[in-house]
């Protein structure tokens, strides 16, 4: 779709890619982790797919999940599919810390100005990079 920036599938950092779907590591400087799993075909809404597609998806979200949790021990995971600005299908996989920029509220929120430093988080991307491809590649296998 024009215009659409999720739909050129070779945008964004890919950590994985199948048929329908692909991982990339947003770049993101307060959320070391942060993960996009992004539908390929352009649709709005999980109820645009067939109901095998929609576990398919999840599949990978729950992951991803569990591999920012292996890697990164995040206090809390945050979940969100929001297409508001973008109206193509994709999760956002984000791990929290009570010291992060946002913590309690939603990293979208304003930040605090005690900002936590994150470069030791930083480390940790090679590892975590690559046990989200084990595990999608494995999830991908089945």
């Not at 990293?107 to 470069?119: C, E, G, Q, R, Y």
Request: with cysteine.
């Amino acid at each position: 779709m024009d215009g659409c920036e999720l739909c050129d599938a070779a945008l964004g950092d890919v950590v994985f890619s199948s048929e329908r779907w692909r991982v990339i590591l947003v770049d993101d400087s307060n959320y070391p982790g942060f993960c996009r799993v992004i539908w390929n075909g352009h649709v709005k809404e999980m109820t645009d797919l067939p109901a095998v597609q929609r576990a398919e998806i999840m599949q990978a979200v729950w992951a991803v999940e569990e591999a920012i949790r292996a890697v990164m021990l995040p206090h809390k995971i945050n979940l969100a599919s929001f297409g508001n600005m973008v109206p193509h299908l994709h999760w956002h996989v984000i791990p929290r810390y009570q010291d992060d920029a946002h913590f309690p509220h939603p990293v979208w929120a304003a930040a605090h100005t005690d900002i936590a430093d994150v470069s030791a988080r930083r480390t940790l991307l090679p590892a975590l990079r690559a046990e989200l491809a084990r595990r999608l590649q494995a999830q991908a296998n089945q």
